[in-house]
């Protein structure tokens, strides 16, 4: 392009002497062409220059259309099947009755009327919607006789495997009683170390490599451990639900997803753990990370440890947006977690538009999840750490974009702690805005961008390095 403008300059500006009307017009169609061309090529380059800018910041997220379930039309009431909704009578039976009628009559809504219905562990079925109304509620047995005990593994309380078009609606509540789960089958972190391990907890929604899936406006409270967890799933839809438990419930979180093209909008989520976490855990399919576009839109994350990935992610993540969302009170805001052996690929993550209130840690990427407990194997200073060989779970996280995000009120701005062996890379903070207690931390990291941001900390410098390459704001270490 250097070459060409100067003979363009020198083109439109030479002399012509005009002898005739068809000449001049000519002469005026030859200089709008080069002009045109002056232009076309400098708009070109322009746009070049602009475009390779916004790339180096920006990224999006293409989700698919996500269909709905389709349900037929017919209706079947849990108390025509002899369901009594005392809150005292053991309602199981009938209830899995009418599922089972339902299927065969191939499918349509089981309906829960007001009404409190105390039921053991069921299963779903698929062309069906378990439909509870204003004021019924589902109430889980807590008596663990009623769960059959398999592999030091309660079965979970209500769950779906292999279905389709599959639905749990209604402005009711499934109330999962874990009071006494939490108090009798949780090891105590101080237990010697010969202690046995208590049976695993039941989760209290489990449906497992389902299609076409709606959770909507239900409330599900008070877990034995996970509430929703839609695992191998594809084509998902979690819609207005709201989830709690109390702040110290142990492993409570409350949406552990994994799976193929979900839509998670408009919920609310007040947990004991992790509010959301996605879970690449394992390689479900050959050639295709176990969690793949993803879209999270205006919830709420009160209690609990935020918006996670992991903490174990040897089946791999791409393509995620998390938009739109408050977070006040919880431990984390954006948290990204694994360790060494636990680890895999998180590529092509986005968060934009993120208000966060008394978040103790609004940024965490680290490969050191490890280090959360002083229960977990022993700690490591990231700082101090030694490359180890890379294998297929070393943990990597790269090409991720963190936009107008504000945060006041926190502890520690952030910690960005990648591996020796594998930096955290090309992660673009643009308009983030953090005032907290301490500043920022990164540790093994390249490609870390600060765009129109900002780090305030009460003490000590706002941003501290090692073994880190940042650009773009004032940095301590390197």
Same mark, same amino acid.
Request: proline share 6%.
């Given at each position: 392009m250097k070459e060409?403008?100067?003979?363009?300059?020198?083109?439109?500006?030479?002399?012509?002497?005009?002898?005739?009307?068809?000449?001049?017009?000519?002469?005026?169609?030859?200089?709008?062409?080069?002009?045109?061309?002056?232009?076309?090529?400098?708009?070109?380059?322009?746009?070049?220059?602009?475009?390779?800018a916004q790339t180096s910041v920006t990224q999006t997220t293409t989700l698919p259309k996500i269909p709905t379930p389709v349900i037929p039309p017919k209706v079947f009431r849990i108390t025509d099947y002899g369901a009594q909704g005392d809150g005292k009578t053991l309602d199981t039976v009938a209830l899995q009755k009418t599922i089972a009628a339902c299927s065969e009559a191939g499918g349509g809504t089981v309906l829960v009327p007001p009404g409190t219905f105390l039921i053991g562990p069921c299963t779903l079925a698929s062309n069906m /919607?378990?439909?509870?109304?204003?004021?019924?509620?589902?109430?889980?047995?807590?008596n663990p006789s009623d769960y059959v005990l398999r592999e030091n593994r309660f079965q979970d309380c209500i769950a779906a495997k292999d279905c389709h078009d599959i639905a749990i609606t209604g402005a009711g509540t499934i109330d999962g009683q874990g009071a006494y789960w939490w108090e009798h089958s949780v090891k105590p972190k101080n237990a010697p170390a010969?202690?046995?391990?208590?049976?695993h907890r039941p989760f209290l929604v489990v449906l497992t490599h389902c299609t076409r899936v709606l959770v909507q406006d239900i409330s599900l409270i008070n877990s034995p451990m996970f509430h929703?967890?839609?695992?191998?799933?594809?084509?998902?839809?979690?819609?207005?639900?709201?989830?709690?438990?109390?702040?110290?419930?142990? /492993?409570?979180?409350?949406?552990?997803?994994a799976g193929w093209n979900f839509f998670i909008t408009k919920c609310v989520l007040n947990v004991g753990d992790d509010c959301i976490a996605v879970k690449p855990s394992a390689l479900m399919e050959p050639g295709r990370p176990s969690c793949d576009n993803f879209l999270i839109t205006d919830c709420q994350f009160l209690h609990g440890h935020g918006m996670s990935i992991g903490g174990q992610t040897p089946g791999g993540?791409?393509?995620?947006?998390?938009?739109?969302?408050? $977070?006040?009170?919880?431990?984390?805001?954006?948290?990204?977690?694994?360790?060494?052996?636990?680890?895999?690929?998180?590529?092509?993550?986005?968060?934009?538009?993120?208000?966060?209130?008394?978040?103790?840690?609004?940024?965490?990427?680290?490969?050191?999840?490890?280090?959360?407990?002083?229960?977990?194997?022993?700690? %490591? /200073?990231?700082?101090?750490?030694?490359?180890?060989?890379?294998?297929?779970?070393?943990?990597?996280?790269?090409?991720?974009?963190? /936009?107008? %995000?504000?945060?006041?009120?926190?502890?520690?701005?952030?910690?960005? $702690?990648?591996?020796?062996?594998?930096?955290?890379?090309?992660?673009?903070?643009?308009?983030?805005?953090?005032?907290?207690?301490?500043?920022?931390?990164?540790?093994?990291?390249?490609?870390?961008? $600060?765009?129109?941001?900002?780090v305030n900390a009460k003490s000590g410098a706002p941003v501290v390095l090692a073994d880190a390459q940042v650009t773009g704001i004032a940095t301590v270490g390197k």
């Open positions: 060409f403008l100067p003979w363009l300059f020198k083109a439109a500006g030479q002399g012509y002497c005009v002898t005739s009307i068809r000449e001049m017009k000519s002469m005026i169609v030859k200089r709008t062409t080069l002009l045109l061309g002056i232009v076309g090529v400098c708009l070109y380059g322009y746009l070049q220059v602009v475009g390779v /919607n378990l439909h509870l109304e204003k004021g019924a509620t589902l109430l889980l047995s807590n010969n202690t046995p391990t208590p049976p929703l967890v839609p695992q191998r799933c594809q084509d998902v839809r979690i819609e207005g639900v709201h989830i709690t438990a109390p702040e110290k419930a142990p /492993n409570t979180d409350a949406i552990d997803p993540l791409r393509n995620m947006t998390v938009r739109n969302c408050t $977070f006040e009170g919880t431990d984390a805001g954006i948290r990204l977690k694994a360790s060494r052996g636990s680890g895999g690929l998180v590529e092509d993550v986005t968060y934009e538009n993120l208000n966060m209130k008394a978040v103790k840690v609004p940024i965490l990427i680290t490969s050191y999840y490890n280090n959360n407990s002083p229960t977990d194997r022993a700690r %490591v /200073n990231p700082a101090q750490d030694v490359a180890q060989p890379v294998d297929a779970k070393t943990p990597i996280w790269r090409h991720i974009r963190i /936009n107008n %995000v504000t945060a006041e009120g926190s502890g520690v701005a952030g910690q960005i $702690f990648g591996l020796p062996e594998m930096p955290v890379s090309d992660v673009v903070l643009t308009d983030v805005h953090i005032a907290a207690s301490k500043g920022m931390e990164i540790v093994h990291a390249k490609g870390i961008q $600060f765009v129109n941001s900002q």
